[in-house]
């Protein structure tokens, strides 16, 4: 005699529906497709008209025509976005976890403040004018301004809001500084002006060289903390009980984040927005898993910042605005209705 099943047991043999595991894969390989679609429209589309026949030609030939020309100028500027967007996006991420909040970015800590305090100091002091001499002053700027956080925050004992108070501290003393020497320096200002709004158009294969070892040191040490900032993120004594070490942790997510933001700012000057929105926006709908946050934060970040580039170029032909500034006019209102979404959703 057959023996009918429980229903408990026919539920658990039933086909399982699509897991969420496999939604977001295929929500990744679709934004991948996106970034792909987005990188594409960077080289083919500026502030000076090129045909489809022009890009290719330039893509695929070096003949040092004015259109060949033009699309190589093009084509690091899109890398360089690749590649600084993805820095934003996972040093943002990595920060939110960090500090607990969700609406945290890499300006939170300081770091963009010491890249432009030392990009000042190198062109007032020392008379360096050309990208590639003070790629460096930024980089290192940044470098030292996470590490006196570090050191502020209490070291060892660094709580997500000392960390925070401390790079406020230091970003308004800084922030303070290169206003002062740039009002009493006209050359300085002049020359900062560009750099300050963050921009894209000054790319070049030597400055992509210089912070690409940096940018996929981060990279990597980025995706390598997912576990331990989520066992983080249940709480200090959960983290613990899980065999995650703190200190370590939020010293490597420091140097992390510093590594990052401190390389893209150096290339492209301070951007803001992008670290703060495309992590936000991920989490609503990855959930608060750094595992799936990251890659994402890695891929969408540079559709943003690509995508400001190109509308920059085509609003103002045959001039450009600098992407620092579109993805500051974008990201305003995006940040006034994040802030009140989340006030909403604590009432």
């Known amino acids: 005699m057959l023996v009918e099943s429980p229903p408990e047991q026919r539920a658990e043999t039933a086909p399982a529906p699509p897991t969420r595991r496999a ?25 000076k008209e090129l045909s489809l026949g022009q890009v290719w030609h330039g893509l695929l030939e070096d003949s040092g025509t004015y259109g060949d020309v033009v699309v190589a100028e093009r084509l690091s500027r899109t890398v360089l976005g690749l590649l600084a967007g993805a820095a934003l996006g996972l040093a943002g991420a990595v920060l939110q976890a960090l500090t607990r909040n969700p609406l945290a970015d890499p300006g939170l800590l300081g770091i963009n403040a010491g890249a432009s305090a030392a990009v000042v100091t190198a062109i007032t002091y020392f008379g360096v004018t050309s990208l590639s001499g003070y790629v460096w002053f930024a980089f290192f700027g940044a470098a030292a301004v996470g590490a006196l956080v570090w050191f502020l925050g209490g070291s060892r004992g660094a709580t997500p809001v000392r960390l925070a108070l401390a790079g406020t501290a230091i970003s308004a003393a800084l922030y303070g500084y290169l206003q002062a020497v740039m009002i009493m320096d006209e050359a300085a200002l002049g020359k900062m002006r560009f750099w300050t709004v963050g921009s894209l158009a000054s790319a070049t294969d030597s400055t992509i060289t210089q912070v690409l070892p940096f940018l996929l040191t981060g990279t990597v040490l980025a995706l390598a903390l997912a576990r331990p900032l989520n066992a983080m993120a249940m709480g ?61 934060a890695a891929i969408l970040s540079p559709v943003l910042l690509l995508g400001a580039d190109v509308i920059g170029r085509i609003v103002a032909r045959p001039s450009e605005l600098q992407v620092g500034i579109v993805t500051a006019i974008l990201g305003g209102p995006v940040f006034i209705f994040l802030v009140r979404r989340r006030r909403t959703a604590q009432l």
């Open 236 to 296: 200090d004594d959960t983290a613990k009980a899980l065999g995650a070490d703190l200190n370590r942790t939020r010293a490597l997510s420091m140097l992390a984040a510093t590594v990052l933001c401190g390389a893209a700012t150096a290339a492209c000057g301070p951007i803001v927005f992008v670290g703060l929105m495309v992590p936000h926006v991920v989490r609503s709908f990855t959930g608060p898993d750094l595992r799936w946050i990251l890659p994402y």
């Open 23 to 47: 939604v977001r894969a295929f929500g990744l390989l679709l934004a991948l497709a996106i970034l792909v679609l987005v990188a594409l429209a960077s080289i083919a589309i500026g502030a």
